[in-house]
């Protein structure tokens, strides 16, 4: 499978600040997603990143809060503006190619915001 | 709403032991079915993908599919200490066009030593 990494690993921000996150495939991959998992929760799609054009977003979340790029086929940015405490969670990218449709993750990035 | 259903628990079973986790799903046309095992700290990792009715294994690991009852279990035989986590069961839904999946919110493993 796919070596993924995230930047950063962990980061502790502001209130009202804004956090680019990155993820980087060392293979070129068909899909690329990001998800959010709060303590204790199970995993929510924020949006599906597609390459040279606009993200698909879920129910619930908004390109002005969770911009996201996608410049080419092995990597993807997603930016959390204008945090707040509620912001603070765990967001993962996930990769997938081929018709098995299997989902691979990254490391993912811890953030806190106080 | 499309729904995949999990007991949170926790399944506590000893050591060596048979451990069971199961699934039901609403999306009768999903056609392909995952396990994900995540760590506490650590992001998930696949452990089992299925995508046929019946039993599909995998070492000391068994997916099984039963489509007509929307129903997808996972054994995991001579359990140890080390498959304690918690089993995501996730669910590519709709048709076979999309890569997107519905997460189960999963059933935390705990084996006794």
């Known amino acids: 499978s796919a070596v993924i990494s995230q930047k950063p690993s962990r980061d502790i921000c502001q209130r009202g600040t804004s956090l680019t996150i990155q993820c980087q495939v060392d293979?070129?991959?068909?899909?690329m997603f990001w998800y959010r998992q709060q303590p204790g929760q199970s995993l929510t799609l924020i949006a599906t990143?597609?390459?040279?054009?606009?993200?698909?977003?879920e129910s619930g979340f908004v390109i002005d809060k969770f911009p996201i790029s996608r410049p080419n086929l092995t990597f993807s940015t997603l930016t959390v503006s204008n945090m707040s405490p509620e912001d603070s969670s765990i967001y993962l990218c996930?990769?997938?190619?081929?018709?098995?449709?299997?989902?691979?993750f990254g490391p993912g990035t811890r953030l806190t915001v106080l | 709403q499309k729904e995949v259903e999990q007991n949170s628990g926790p399944l506590s079973v000893p050591e060596g032991a048979i451990a069971s986790l199961n699934c039901t799903y609403s999306?009768?046309?999903?056609?392909?079915f995952f396990w994900y095992r995540q760590y506490s700290g650590k992001s998930p990792e696949l452990i089992m993908s299925?995508?046929?009715?019946g039993d599909k294994e995998d070492g000391r690991f068994t997916a099984q599919l039963n489509k007509a009852s929307q129903y997808v279990s996972l054994l995991i035989r001579d359990s140890q200490p080390s498959d304690s986590a918690t089993y995501l069961c996730?669910?590519?839904?709709?048709?076979?066009?999309?890569?997107?999946?519905?997460f189960g919110t999963g059933t935390r493993l705990k084996v006794l030593a």
């Open positions: 996930s990769v997938a190619s081929g018709r098995a449709r299997e989902q691979f």
């Open positions: 293979s070129q991959v068909t899909m």
């Open positions: 990143a597609n390459q040279g054009s606009e993200a698909t977003y």
């Open positions: 999306d009768r046309v999903s056609q392909s």
């Open positions: 299925i995508y046929s009715n």
């Open positions: 996730a669910v590519n839904e709709g048709t076979s066009g999309t890569y997107k999946y519905i």
